[in-house]
C-alpha cells in the first residue's frame, strides 16, 4: 500500500505542476493580450487618439468648405455684379471717381 500510496503522491504531484503551468501560461498570455490590446499599435489608447484626430479633421474640412463656398460666391459677385466691384474698390482700395474726393479717418 505505500507503493500505491506514493505513486498517489507523485501523480497528484505531476498534476499540481500541469495546473500549475497551465495556469501560468495562461495567466501570461491573458497579460499579454491585455497589454497589446490597450498599448499595441492598433491598440485602444491608439484607436482613441485617432478618433480624436478624425473628428478634428472633419471640423477643419468643414472651415474649409464654409470659406470655399464664401470665395466662390465673392467671385461670383466679382465677375457679375458691377455695383459689388466698385464697392471692393472704394472700400479696400480707396479708389473713387474722378470728380470725388476720399477723406480717410484713423479709428
Known sequence: MTNQNLLRKQVASELKKRRLIFSTILLLSLLYLGVNFLFGSVGFLRYLELKNKKVQLERELTAIETNNTQLRSEVQLLKE??????????????MAKPDEFVFRYDR
Open 81 to 94: 455684379n458691377p455695383f459689388y466691384i466698385e464697392k471692393h474698390a472704394r472700400e479696400d482700395f480707396g
